[in-house]
């Protein structure tokens, strides 16, 4: 299994009911991605952001089709520009040496293979965890 795990804060500025939309539609990628075995979308009670979201996967080929699917990436190119603090990181029980390499790497395929989605992500003041740009581990 995979926790797909996001935290983020929303710029100043951006108002409410576009916030709310942008939050429903992040609600509703539980009804649009079949690969989802759970989600949930809510406050980041006593965190430094302000809201956070679990995505369950089973395996990685499930998280590359979510990482891909047209709902989640609709989501990011309304969500990503009122962001201006986000981070990712993924838990996993996957014995695989190589799990967060392969991470990485559904990541590098999706920025290079989605080019508009890698420049609202170069647009975020603060984006750092597993689905950053760049190398890891």
Same mark, same amino acid.
């Given at each position: 299994?995979? !926790?797909?795990?996001? $935290?983020?804060?929303?710029?100043? @500025? &951006?108002?409410?009911?576009? /916030? ?14 079949? &690969?989802?075995?759970?989600?949930? &979308?809510?406050? %980041? *009670? ?12 089973? %395996?990685?080929? @499930? !998280? ?18 009122? *962001?201006?603090?986000? *981070?990712? !990181? ?9 799990v967060? $390499? /392969?991470?990485? %790497?559904?990541? $590098?395929?999706?920025?290079? %293979? *989605? ?7 170069? @647009?975020?003041d603060? !984006?750092? @965890? ?6 890891h581990?």
């Amino acid at each position: 299994m995979i !926790y797909h795990c996001i $935290r983020f804060t929303v710029r100043a @500025g &951006v108002p409410e009911e576009e /916030k709310a939309a942008a939050l429903a539609q992040m609600r509703e990628h539980i009804n649009a991605i079949s &690969v989802l075995e759970a989600r949930i &979308v809510g406050l %980041d *009670v006593g965190g430094e952001f302000d809201y956070g979201a679990v995505s369950v996967l089973a %395996d990685l080929a @499930g !998280y590359e089709e979510y990482m891909n699917h047209p709902a989640h990436l609709a989501m990011d190119r309304v969500g990503l520009p009122l *962001v201006d603090r986000f *981070v990712s !990181y993924d838990i996993v029980d996957d014995p695989d040496p190589e799990v967060e $390499r /392969k991470i990485a %790497d559904i990541h $590098r395929r999706r920025f290079e %293979d *989605v080019p508009d989605i890698a420049e609202l992500v170069a @647009g975020v003041d603060e !984006y750092s @965890g597993s689905a950053a740009p760049g190398e890891h581990g």
